[in-house]
């Protein structure tokens, strides 16, 4: 009798595994078409976003947009159309619950995510900043911190800056938002200066006149701002002249200007006769430490 019960329990067992995979085996068979639009969809909306970001690239390429934003709304926009295809995929699946959950999951994630990686959000939101406020651009020239060089890329993360020594420097983002940096490149000029000094028996006003006149010498410097020269102090062994000089930049070279500037000053100063001194010293000493030295020289 048992025996007769277990084997009715077994049966009855693998009745209902039998019934349950028939089940799932036409449920699949028929939902095989609503797969097949899904897969369809997915891979039609693949192409149609790289279709996308592609089109909005050569589209930018015809006009002056900002270098930076142009990425990010590329990327954004492939992304967008991606996602929309996901979302038609699981509507053709009748999974719009499913949507809702993976949208309200995601958030939730996202959230998470953002408390975690606190500096890694600031930086992307900082890029979003960067590429939407415009205040630098590819090739600008730029000092933030103690790193100055050509901006080579603006991404979401972080902004790649090549030195004057050839080598790349990747900055966080947010930096650019939390410091104070220069960009050399929006006014498209610069200026340099140049400090001299001339011996107090030379005339001050004459000796500045000589400065400005040099100054005006310059090759490669702009005309308009133009050179221009004053006293600056009265040091311990000379009169102090400073002047400068503005070039195009960039374009023009910085230690070029800079080596011509003080390479034209000294020769036109010399030729005017004047005395550019090197520090002196005077040292006043008293009738004792005058005997003493007499005695260690002797």
């Not at 270098?67 to 053709?92: P, Q, Y």
Request: aromatic content about 10%; some cysteine.
């Amino acid at each position: 009798m048992e025996k007769i019960l277990s084997e009715k329990v077994i049966m009855d067992g693998l009745q209902s595994l039998y019934e349950k995979l028939q089940g799932w085996v036409e449920g699949f068979i028929q939902m095989l078409p609503n797969l097949l639009l899904a897969l369809v969809i997915v891979i039609f909306f693949w192409f149609l976003s790289h279709w996308v970001h592609k089109t909005m690239l050569q589209i930018f390429e015809k006009t002056d947009f900002n270098k930076s934003l142009e990425g990010l709304i590329a990327n954004c926009c492939r992304v967008a159309v991606f996602l929309a295809g996901v979302v038609f995929a699981l509507a053709a699946l009748q999974l719009q619950k499913t949507v809702f959950s993976l949208l309200a999951g995601v958030g939730v994630i996202g959230l998470a995510l953002g408390f975690a990686f606190q500096d890694l959000a600031a930086n992307f939101i900082s890029g979003i900043m960067l590429a939407v406020r415009s205040p630098l651009h590819i090739d600008d020239v730029i000092k933030i911190n103690d790193v100055m060089g050509t901006v080579i890329d603006v991404r979401l993360r972080d902004t790649l800056v090549r030195n004057f020594d050839g080598q790349d420097v990747f900055i966080p983002n947010k930096d650019f938002t939390a410091n104070k940096f220069t960009n050399y490149s929006t006014f498209g000029r610069r200026k340099i200066r140049i400090d001299v000094g001339i011996g107090y028996e030379n005339d001050a006003s004459k000796g500045t006149k000589v400065v400005l006149e040099a100054l005006k010498k310059v090759p490669n410097i702009l005309q308009d701002p133009a050179p221009e020269a004053y006293v600056s102090s009265l040091g311990d062994s000379s009169v102090n002249i400073f002047g400068h000089v503005w070039f195009t930049y960039p374009g023009g070279s910085y230690f070029q200007v800079q080596h011509d500037a003080i390479v034209t000053v000294k020769k036109e100063l010399e030729a005017a006769g004047f005395n550019i001194p090197f520090p002196i010293r005077t040292l006043d000493l008293n009738v004792g430490t005058k005997e003493t030295l007499k005695g260690l020289k002797s």
